[in-house]
Every structure is written in C-alpha cells, then in structure tokens.
Nanobody, 126 residues
Framework: QVQLVESGGGSVQAGGSLRLSCAAS????????MGWFRQAPGKEREGVAA???????NYAASVEGRFTISKDNAKNTLYLQMNSLKPEDTAMYYC????????????????????WGQGTQVAVSS
C-alpha cells in the first residue's frame, strides 16, 4: 500500500509559480495512475491533472497550459508545476494514486483513486 505526502504549497502573488511534490513510500509509483486534486473552501473537490502509468497526461480546462504534471519514478515522486497562478487557484491540493487501470474519462474523478495524501495549501493573492 502506498503512502503519499504532499509538500511545496505556500502563498504567492498572482502570476507567480509554485511546484508541488508528492513523495510516495511503501510502494513504487511506476505502475500507479496518479493525479492532483484541489478543494477550495465551500467548493467541491475537482481534478486538476492526472498521469497514467504510461505517461499520458490529462488536465482540467482551467489549468491547461499553466500547470504541468510529471512523475519521477526514480525519486518515487509526483510533481505539479504551477505557473501563471491566479487567485482562483487558491485551494488545498491533494495527490492521489491507484493501481487499477483508470479510463481516460475518469482520470480527473476523485472516486477513481484509493490512495490520498493529506494535502498542501496553496494561496494566491491578487
């Protein structure tokens, strides 16, 4: 069973950048489907980006072109590079993983993932 720990959150001004990390332990992530999700206060959790075990990536329309998801199997770590941040990106960010095959249309659905980290807070000021 994999354990996930996020880091890299913080406060940044609009237009700035942050890189989130999700360090995995207990198993190697090379065979996992993984994703980043976020939840703002009073809002539902939403999928941000996902990567399959073969490296296929999928992004929410709201972050396409600004965020990049990547997986370093050697370091057993998932990343989310966030550029051109906007105040509406403010949220708690979570990484998630699952060993099962996830269909493309489900990659940004939280219910498709069994393993979750505790989250890291991102705050973007205008």
């Amino acid at each position: 069973q994999v354990q996930l720990v996020e880091s890299g959150g913080g406060s940044v001004q609009a237009g700035g950048s942050l890189r989130l990390s999700c360090a995995a332990s207990g198993d190697t992530i090379s065979t996992y489907y993984m994703g980043w999700f976020r939840q703002a206060p009073g809002k539902e959790r939403e999928g941000v980006a996902a990567v399959t075990r073969n490296g296929y990536t999928n992004y929410a329309a709201s972050v396409e072109g600004r965020f990049t998801i990547s997986k370093d199997n050697a370091k057993n770590t998932l990343y989310l590079q966030m550029n051109s941040l906007k105040p509406e990106d403010t949220a708690m960010y979570y990484c998630a993983a699952d060993l099962r095959v996830i269909a493309g249309w489900l990659l940004l659905r939280g219910s498709a993932y069994n393993y979750w980290g505790q989250g890291t807070q991102v705050a973007v000021s205008s």
